[in-house]
Nanobody, 127 residues
Framework: QVQLVESGGGLVQAGGSLRLSCVAS????????LGWFRQAPGKEREFVAT????????YYADSVKGRFTISRDNARNTVYLQMNSLKPADTAVYYC????????????????????WGQGTQVTVSS
């Protein structure tokens, strides 16, 4: 069992940056692959980024590739999402998610792959 708590959201102007953090409680954080998803008003939740157990591999949605960076610090039980060059289209509630992974190299891009979710943090980008 793991509990996830996001922080770092807020209001930023277009072109600005934010760094989201997600701290996990529970044991064996390094056994989990992690992901970030987002849900904009009136839209379904969508995949943003994922990182493997070891942190050696990452994968991004096309809409954020080159602007967002996912990383993890297993010693701190924390996953980060660095968001640069933000656009109004990035406005959404951002959720971190975790799933037990049997391999060091597997990442997951589907909601149904994840068993644990945070409560979300609001990111608003003004034009």
């Amino acid at each position: 069992q793991v509990q996830l708590v996001e922080s770092g959201g807020g209001l930023v102007q277009a072109g600005g940056s934010l760094r989201l953090s997600c701290v996990a409680s529970g044991r064996a954080f390094s056994n989990y692959a992690l992901g970030w998803f987002r849900q904009a008003p009136g839209k379904e939740r969508e995949f943003v980024a994922t990182i493997t157990r070891s942190g050696s591999s990452t994968y991004y949605a096309d809409s954020v590739k080159g602007r967002f960076t996912i990383s993890r610090d297993n010693a701190r039980n924390t996953v980060y999402l660095q968001m640069n060059s933000l656009k109004p289209a990035d406005t959404a509630v951002y959720y971190c998610a975790a799933t037990l992974s049997s391999t060091y190299w597997t990442y997951y891009v589907e909601e149904y792959d994840y068993n644990y979710w945070g409560q979300g943090t609001q990111v608003t980008v003004s034009s």
